[in-house]
């Protein structure tokens, strides 16, 4: 019985710990600009696409793993400064269309400049599975926690402790004062766009041996990603990991214990009942003052 | 003559002659929509690959008997509404004699009505039994069905004695169309399914189905019906969770790309599929071996990729409209009746033998049951 809950409970946090880590990604782009980014899920699959081509081309996996991280922050930027910033003055809607577009483009980049085959990458501590209490856990797992812990972690202590964490959150608070006081906003925002495509990218990389990687896999972790964050609460970080892998939890927990076939709606019906008592996620403010 | 009307007669002739152009009357119209990107771009990618390189082929030893192929081709993305509104561009605008295409069960399904209306032959590449079955007088297909691999995989099953089973399948149109025909016909093979589980077609983690399946005791062997990622995923979680019954996977992911994401898992795997995966394995004796061997060596050099059945499928078609063509000519009814005449046409998945109550054409005997050992294919029989 406690090995049936083990295996099942590993299972749902190591699939929501991607949904924890793109919601985070969303919650800091929405945290500095106010866009709901729906890119985020393409800066998961370029993280793992590059990283898989590179090792293909013979650059060692330390070094293949960090250009991915560099080219997602570049393309994160780029994002920022083609698509959003021309259209800085739209409304949040016209935004979140553009994200949309911009995911679009790069999937379609990322369908030609690598294929449209899926792809993996080998467990970095090997693919021998643990017996841990009767679950037989993959060591790619416990890469994939400790990872996202550790992202979470800094991000926190990011925005806590250092003066370009701090300045983000000015700007996030009001861009006008911000700016007054001296912070040069459109700096600020190109960062935090940088690093929501780094850390989306590191859990690209680090999903990649467990999931396989596809130049379409943004798709579905957006949507999921974004319903992690409506279940933790809006523009809250921990809010988003917490919603996250709750998220995966409920699926596979249900997959195991309730029925494979209705996982899906398992999921949704817990999503649906905790809104409907928290309108604003479960770590969400009491308002919802930026919409 | 003002330099005005020498423009306006200019922009006339060019215009005649681009009419002219399109006009081409000697050349014969054939469609293709293809999910040439998407989930089913594996399928769909070799296939057009396929179908441009024979007709290149046939073009450059002159046609068919002195008229060029024409192909149209478009990618529906695996979308199944996208495919219609093709499928009716081709008979309305490009009007086509006929079509081999429809990557997958969902596009041909979509599609189908469009040519019957039209009454225009259609050659689908796409595997389920539900596109010949209730049979439709315009639509035929290449590859072998999901009953077939069920009724394969449970007749080896039973030649090893292995009665009890678990059954995990994908909730794509493939996966739950192969598992509705193994559970239609495994009484037959006195073979029990004591537990049933799925999984949705993006989902990255079975362990907890997989576990489910452990549990049940008595189980003998698991079957898993589907394509895409999800029998590489279950291949190794089955591996990780130290499953050791037979596992048999469907000739959805015949594929050298699922032996490359199921790594060390993928050995031991059986599964039913076309003998132009082990082409140089067969024995010289085979009848198949010549075509199976030159289609995969042609597609290899061409593309550099390593060789599928899907790309297979898609040649078949082809070869079957062709032959209909040049016995008949290219009119649609002609075409039609010529079809379901094929007889004894060596194709890449088997002999067929169409008749007017078959539109597909192939038997058991034309899948092999494959066995992974060392990461390649081998004949387990």
Redesign the interface.
């Known amino acids: 019985m406690l090995a049936q809950f083990l295996q099942f409970t590993m299972s749902g946090l190591t699939v929501g710990a991607v949904y924890a880590v793109v919601g985070l990604g969303f919650t800091i782009i929405y945290n500095a600009s106010g866009v709901l980014n729906f890119a985020q899920g393409e800066f998961v699959m370029i993280g793992g696409m590059v990283t898989v081509f590179a090792v293909a081309a013979g650059v060692p996996l330390p070094l293949a793993i960090l250009l991915a991280i560099a080219v997602a922050a570049i393309v994160g930027i780029g994002l920022h400064r083609l698509a959003i910033e021309p259209a800085r003055d739209a409304s949040p809607v016209v935004l979140i269309i553009i994200t949309i577009g911009g995911a679009l483009v790069l999937r379609g980049i990322a369908q030609l400049v690598f294929d449209k085959q899926l792809h993996k990458l080998p467990g970095f501590s090997g693919d021998t599975p643990v017996n841990f209490l009767g679950a037989s856990i993959l060591p790619q797992a416990l890469w994939v926690l400790g990872g996202t812990a550790i992202m979470v972690a800094l991000v926190s202590l990011f925005f806590a402790k250092t003066m370009i964490g701090k300045a983000v959150l000015a700007t996030a608070a009001n861009r006008l004062a911000a700016q007054l006081v001296g912070v040069n906003t459109s700096v600020i925002l190109a960062i935090s766009f940088a690093l929501s495509a780094a850390i989306g990218a590191i859990a690209g990389i680090l999903v990649t041996p467990i999931t396989f990687t596809h130049y379409e896999v943004g798709t579905m972790l957006a949507l999921k990603g974004f319903a992690a964050l409506v279940l933790g609460g809006l523009g809250n970080p921990m809010g988003a990991i917490l919603g996250g892998l709750l998220l995966g939890l409920c699926e596979q927990l249900s997959a195991g214990y309730i029925s494979s076939t209705y996982k899906d709606a398992f999921a949704f019906i817990v999503m649906i009942g905790v809104l409907l008592v928290r309108p604003s996620g479960l770590l969400g403010s009491k308002l919802a003052e930026r919409v | 003559m003002t330099p005005r009307s020498i423009l306006k007669l200019a922009a006339l002739a060019l215009m005649a002659g681009t009419t002219l152009g399109a006009a081409k009357a000697q050349d014969i119209k054939i469609g293709a929509v293809l999910s040439v990107?998407?989930?089913a771009?594996?399928l769909g990618?070799p296939e057009e690959k396929t179908l441009k390189m024979y007709v290149e082929e046939i073009n450059a030893k002159g046609g068919i008997k002195g008229r060029k192929i024409q192909l149209i081709t478009y990618d529906d993305g695996g979308d199944a509404n996208k495919a219609r509104t093709f499928a009716t561009r081709l008979v309305e605008e490009d009007k086509v004699v006929a079509m081999v295409g429809g990557t997958t069960t969902g596009t041909t399904m979509s599609m189908g009505p469009v040519f019957e209306d039209a009454q225009l032959p259609f050659i689908s590449l796409a595997g389920a039994v539900v596109i010949v079955e209730p049979q439709k007088k315009w639509v035929f297909k290449t590859p072998h069905t999901d009953r077939m691999a069920c009724e394969k995989i449970f007749e080896d099953m039973k030649k090893r004695n292995l009665t009890k089973i678990g059954m995990i399948s994908g909730?794509d149109g493939f996966g739950k169309s192969m598992r509705d025909e193994c559970v239609k016909v495994n009484a037959r093979f006195g073979i029990e399914i004591l537990a049933e589980?799925?999984?949705?077609p993006?989902d990255?983690?079975m362990?907890?189905?997989l576990?489910?399946l452990k549990?049940k005791s008595g189980m003998q062997a698991v079957i898993n019906p589907g394509f895409?990622?999800g029998p590489?995923?279950v291949t190794?979680n089955f591996r990780?969770?130290?499953l050791t019954v037979p596992l048999y996977q469907s000739h959805g992911v015949a594929s050298k790309?699922f032996i490359?994401?199921a790594?060390?898992a993928a050995n031991g795997v059986r599964l039913p599929a076309a003998a132009l995966l082990v082409a140089d394995k067969l024995p010289a004796s085979d009848p198949q071996k010549p075509v199976a061997q030159a289609y995969a060596k042609k597609f290899q050099d061409a593309t550099k990729q390593p060789v599928s059945t899907f790309g297979g499928h898609a040649y078949d078609g082809l070869m079957i409209l062709v032959g209909a063509i040049e016995r008949g000519g290219a009119d649609p009814k002609v075409i039609r009746d010529e079809i379901e005449k094929t007889k004894g046409f060596m194709g890449t998945a088997g002999i067929f033998n169409m008749t007017a109550t078959d539109h597909m054409g192939l038997d058991l005997s034309a899948f092999k049951m494959l066995e992974i050992k060392n990461g390649d294919w081998a004949l387990a029989e």
Request: aromatic share 6%; net charge negative.
């Open positions: 990107t998407g989930p771009s594996f990618d909730t589980e799925t999984y949705g993006r990255t983690d362990t907890p189905q576990t489910n549990g895409g990622q590489a995923i190794r990780q969770l130290g790309q490359d994401l790594g060390d």
